[in-house]
């Protein structure tokens, strides 16, 4: 069943995909800050993927780093229909990152070890998208308008603002409390114990909803105003903390 979904699903991404690239062939300028984007959502999916694998190795389990994933090397840790959907609909994932929980340390329960390494990755998100931010506003503040106007500053700013916006949405993206997302894991522990079960007993109607409400676009539409205004706080604190303005 499992497999069956996954090829329907590769069909309708591929669809999709082509669908956007044609409409980015046919708007100006829209090509050229796909091309600027990509550096930023490499960043955003090597750091985060990253991030689970270095949580789960400090938790006690070493299969992370058994499989070459302690590691910021993009190629280690990137799912190409994820990163090609979050290029082009700025929704997308990275390749999981596989841990066992039965070798955590028993500082903690399993759940909330395994809540913890699956927080790591959209925490890493934020604080990237936190660093672009103040590396922003320093160049706001202390480069020359003459250089921020160039085209070399102009490419440079564009590079920064998409790093930002990609790591926010991937953070966000990632915090829906729907399988296979990290926020299922994430949420599990604080739930009573009947409501945990039934999630667990009825996790593969989620997953089928999070398909159906990801496919339609119903997600990126819930989340994108949480993604803006996470986006427009973390640059308030930019300006605030630059005196900007």
Not at 112 to 118: E, L, Q, Y
Not at 157 to 177: A, D, E, Q, R, Y
Not at 180 to 198: N, Q, V
């Amino acid at each position: 069943m499992f497999s069956f979904d996954k090829r329907i699903i590769y069909v309708l991404i591929g669809i999709m995909v082509l669908w956007t690239i044609s409409t980015y062939a046919t708007t100006e300028g829209a090509l050229l800050g796909l091309l600027l984007s990509i550096p930023g959502v490499l960043l955003a999916i090597t750091f985060h993927e990253f991030a689970h694998a270095y949580a789960a190795d400090k938790l006690g389990d070493d299969t992370p780093r058994r499989q070459g994933r302690l590691s910021l090397n993009p190629m280690d840790h990137v799912d190409p229909l994820g990163l090609a959907m979050l290029i082009f609909a700025h929704i997308g994932w990275g390749k999981p990152v596989q841990v066992n929980p039965r070798n955590y340390d028993r500082r903690m329960s399993m759940e909330k070890a395994d809540a913890i390494v699956s927080l790591a990755g959209p925490l890493m998100n934020f604080a990237l998208a936190i660093v672009f931010t103040l590396i922003y506003c320093a160049i706001v503040k202390f480069a020359s308008a003459t250089f921020i106007v160039s085209t070399v500053g102009t490419v440079i700013m564009s590079l920064i603002s998409s790093t930002i916006i990609m790591n926010v949405g991937l953070g966000v993206f990632n915090l829906i409390p729907l399988p296979p997302l990290d926020g299922s894991k994430i949420f599990l522990p604080i739930l009573p114990t009947k409501a945990k079960y039934w999630f667990q007993d009825n996790e593969q109607i989620f997953y089928m909803i999070f398909l159906f409400i990801w496919i339609t676009g119903i997600a990126g539409k819930l989340i994108s105003p949480i993604i803006s205004n996470i986006t427009e706080q973390i640059v308030n604190l930019g300006v605030f903390i630059f005196r900007i303005g």
